[in-house]
């Protein structure tokens, strides 16, 4: 899928890949892995993000309503969530990149990902000039995160060899045919004249009402919104341009297995819904590293 966008008077052509880490709407079990996950590449860059960085995007005029209150949520989230705070993302740290295929313990070797010791948010844009589509595609989102890429000044494959671009979405909008799919959220990657290109398509999850895309009980109108961030940020991380990181025999990423797993995680920035992730020392899906 591709399509080109405008933008400083040259065309950019950008080259959508499959949608991967699809969260589902609905409760699913997935079967426990025989083997868990194992690395699917030798490749590097690409499999993980060593050291992650997260840039945002708030798309579209229509941001001008919020509310949930999900735009400065999704900020604090992320500003919160390194250090000894977030024991959600230490589990990460046991995957690596830069070993053969088919690796599924890294022990010492490798590249591993690194628990960040400061926030992993390095930027914010609110890219309000105009209206986002009100039915954006895929090959439209990925645009959007190539812009974000040029907008952040990420034009070089080392400058994206470690971020993900978080494409929110607005109350109201449907991004790939939100809500209909059954689907809260998912994450990609593109290809651009920046190079490889990490994305989220991150919809505005509270239309959907209280309790969806959530397993905890009592849920916030942001529990859901925060689950499927927290899935695809993990997925993203350990599968960075899919699908040359850490996925089972089958195809199923970390967070995929652990769909029906959350707990709330205390940061600095406050309170919010993560959803377990597996763990291959633990044989089985966390929520604590």
Known sequence: MACERFASNRVEFVQTHPRLGVKSQARVHIKKPNAGMFLHSAATPGPISPNPKVYVVFWGNQWSSDPAGAAPALQAFFRGLY??????????????????????????????????????????W???????????????????????????????????????YVIASATGTHPDGFPKGGF????????????????????????????????????????????????????????????????????????????????RLTLKTGTFDVQGVWSNSANSCVTRG
């Open 83 to 124: 250090g000894s705070a977030d024991t959600w993302g230490t589990v990460m740290s046991q995957y690596c990149e830069g070993l053969p295929a088919g690796t599924s313990d890294c022990e010492t070797a490798g590249i591993h990902i690194v628990h960040p010791t400061k926030t992993p948010l390095a930027g914010v």
């Open 184 to 263: 809260c959220g998912w994450h990609s990657s593109v290809s651009s004249t920046s190079g490889t290109l990490a994305y989220t398509n991150l919809p505005y999850v509270p239309d959907l009402g209280v309790g969806v895309c959530t397993t905890l009980a009592n849920a916030s109108p942001l529990d859901g919104y925060f689950s499927t961030e927290s899935h695809e940020y993990n997925e993203s991380v350990t599968d960075l341009w899919p699908s040359m990181g850490w996925l089972t025999k089958n195809g199923y990423e970390s967070a995929d297995l652990c769909i029906s797993s959350d707990a």
């Open 126 to 164: 609110f890219d309000n000039a105009t209206a986002a589509p009100s039915k954006s595609s895929q090959a439209q989102i990925g645009a959007e995160a190539a812009a974000a890429a040029a907008h952040f000044g990420n034009t070089t494959k080392a400058s994206n060899a470690n971020a993900q």
